[in-house]
C-alpha cells in the first residue's frame, strides 16, 4: 500500500501563510497523481486541488485559486501545498490522497490518504 505523512499545520491569524508537506511511500512518487482536501467538523469532505504525476496540470477548487499553488518535488517523495492570503473560512483539517481512478474532485476517486493536519485562521 501507499502511506503518505502529512506536516505543516498550524494556527495562523488571516493573510498569513502556511506550507502543507505530504511525504509519500511504498510505491514510485513519480507515478502518482496527488489531490489535497478539506473537511470542518458536520461537513463533506471538499477538493481543494490536485496535480498529475507529471507536475505539468494543476487543478484548484474556485475558492483557492489564486491563493493557494500545489507542487510536487519527485527527489523528495514529497507534494506541497502553499497557502496564502489564508482566511478564516479556509479553517479545516486537510488531507493529503493518493488518485486511483475517477473524477479527480471526488474523494472516493483517491485510494490512500493522510491523517490529516489542522490548519487554523483566526484573529
Known amino acids: 500500500q501507499v502511506q503518505l505523512v502529512e506536516s505543516g499545520g498550524g494556527l495562523v491569524q488571516p493573510g498569513e501563510s502556511l506550507r502543507l508537506s505530504c511525504e509519500v511511500s511504498?510505491?514510485?512518487?513519480?507515478?502518482?497523481?496527488m489531490g489535497w482536501f478539506r473537511q470542518t467538523p458536520g461537513k463533506e469532505r471538499d477538493f481543494v486541488a490536485a496535480?498529475?504525476?507529471?507536475?505539468?496540470?494543476?487543478y484548484y477548487a474556485e475558492s483557492v485559486k489564486g491563493r493557494f499553488t500545489l507542487s510536487r518535488d519527485d527527489a523528495k517523495n514529497t507534494v506541497y501545498l502553499e497557502m496564502n492570503k489564508l482566511k478564516p473560512e479556509d479553517t479545516a483539517v486537510y488531507y493529503c490522497?493518493?488518485?486511483?481512478?475517477?473524477?479527480?474532485?471526488?474523494?472516493?476517486?483517491?485510494?490512500?490518504w493522510g491523517q490529516g493536519t489542522q490548519v487554523t485562521v483566526s484573529s
Open positions: 490522497a493518493a488518485f486511483g481512478s475517477g473524477i479527480y474532485h471526488a474523494p472516493a476517486s483517491y485510494d490512500y
Open positions: 496535480i498529475n504525476r507529471y507536475g505539468s496540470n494543476t
Open positions: 511504498g510505491r514510485t512518487f513519480s507515478t502518482l497523481a
